[in-house]
């Protein structure tokens, strides 16, 4: 009895295993939402509305429940996860940061948010991320000259940006008109990291300091080099996004107008909305997905693929790349994609052409030397999935029969020989016939 109650639990659990990103429908569909406080699913509605309408199923927890648990039977039982928890200390359940890196590195996305006091454990995480927050727990962005213009004159934390980063694959090809409200602390990305991106960065005039207290040293985060939002796209192409301010997706800024400080332009409704949204899509790989298929080699004019090739042999390579567009998958048209021929280093680099279908081919004569060879496409670009391709074949020597009968570099080998037989033959008649 008790094995068919085990079945049937399996059995029950299995629509919810099978929720897992696929390479075939890559957009998450399952999140996990771990909150500080219940009242959080309320206040940032609009930002969990704006997922929900996109097929996504959202489940919310408190991020201490002791029941959280992010796999069971070694699969996970989500996609995504997002952590609204910025002052949480120790999660509940078996999550702990172990458990959250394991989950990243396993090609799921992440979306966490810290704040002002954000505890030890959020910092843990985007430090692992690749993100450093100032190491002042009070520490605040503050801004006297791109701060929100309002009734009270206040400290200047509630900071206006647009310095947003410059791709369309990250914030849509819509361009964001109104700029973005945030209040929160800044963090510091390593120039040196080609992994994380900062997607909105303070002003040249911003820095990190207690905003209730007076500057004894040098604010150790300054200017533009203060991140307010950055993301990472592994190399597993596992994607994650860090804040620094949990309010910017609250409803209240999500509606609030906005007007920077020294400009007459005020916006009846800030740029949170749209960027967060925007941001989202690119996380949860709505946008900015490739994939390959149909990689195909074969000598010109032929249809199959041999088994090796032959030195000097004309050979066709082609690959069929597409995009998903967050419903379907959509050709992917580009100028920079490129094949090497490649053996301990590329023997033969060749930009790929395209039909505008979402086909690149190109061809290329196999240079004259043998050994086993790789096809290799190693695609990297901002904002979208990196594409790695490896196909290997053998190339041959000429067997002694495909040799041509008369080679044009021996025609001076050529020539000595006959020469010779000549000279033999002249000199067999002078010393034969001479008296």
């Known amino acids: 009895m008790s094995r068919f109650v085990v079945f049937l639990t399996l059995i029950a659990l299995l629509p919810t295993l099978s929720f897992s990103f696929t390479p075939e429908s890559p957009t998450d569909r399952r999140i996990l939402v771990l909150l500080d406080d219940v009242s959080l699913k309320s206040s940032h509605s609009l ?19 002791p029941k959280i648990s992010l796999q069971r039977y070694g699969q996970y039982l989500y996609d ?36 002002v006091s954000a505890s030890d454990l959020i910092r843990e995480i985007a430090t692992e991320c690749g993100v450093e927050f100032d190491e002042d727990p009070a520490a605040m962005v503050i801004d006297h000259t791109s701060f929100a213009v309002s009734d009270t ?65 040098p604010p150790s985060l300054t200017g533009s080099a203060i991140s307010l939002v950055s993301v990472v796209q592994a190399r597993n192409n596992a994607r994650v996004l860090i804040s620094g301010s949990l309010s910017m997706f609250s409803n209240r800024l999500f509606r609030s107008g906005v007007q920077k400080a020294g400009s007459s332009t005020k916006h009846e409704k800030s740029g949170n909305e749209q960027f967060l949204t925007e941001l989202s899509r690119w996380v949860f790989h709505e946008r900015g997905h490739l994939k390959a298929v149909n990689v195909s080699h074969q000598n010109v004019g ?9 030195i000097k042999d004309d050979l066709e390579y082609s690959v069929e790349i597409y995009e998903w567009s967050g419903t379907s998958w959509e050709p992917y048209v580009a100028e920079d994609v490129q094949v090497q021929f490649y053996m301990m280093s590329p023997y033969v680099l060749k930009t790929l052409s395209t039909n505008q279908k979402g086909l690149y081919y190109t061809a290329f ?17 901002l904002g979208y999935t990196s594409l790695s391709l490896s196909k290997q074949i053998p190339v041959r020597p000429f067997r002694h029969n495909e040799y041509e009968r008369f080679i044009t570099a021996a ?19 002078v010393y034969l016939y001479n008296k």
């Open 365 to 381: 004569k196999v240079p004259d030397v043998y050994g086993v060879f790789q096809f290799k496409v190693e695609y990297q670009r």
């Open 47 to 65: 930002f969990f509305k704006s997922l929900q309408s996109r097929g996504f199923e959202l489940e919310f927890k408190l991020a201490d429940d």
């Open 302 to 310: 032929e249809a199959n693929e041999p088994s090796m090739y032959r």
């Open 153 to 217: 004159e206040g400290d200047h934390t509630l900071i206006v940006s647009d310095d947003f980063i410059k791709s369309d694959v990250i914030l849509g090809k819509e361009k964001i008109e109104a700029p973005v409200l945030f209040r929160g602390i800044g963090h510091s990305t390593n120039p040196a990291n080609s992994l994380v991106l900062k997607a909105l960065s303070a002003s040249p005039a911003a820095y990190s300091a207690n905003p209730k207290s007076k500057l004894s040293n």
């Open 411 to 429: 025609f001076p080998y050529y020539g000595s020989s006959f020469s010779m037989m000549a000279g033999f033959f002249i000199f067999t008649i």
């Open 80 to 115: 995504g996860l997002i952590l609204f928890s910025p002052t949480i200390e120790r999660f509940g359940g078996s999550v702990d940061l172990a458990a959250i890196l394991d989950f990243v590195d396993s090609g799921h996305d992440l979306i966490m948010s810290a704040d």
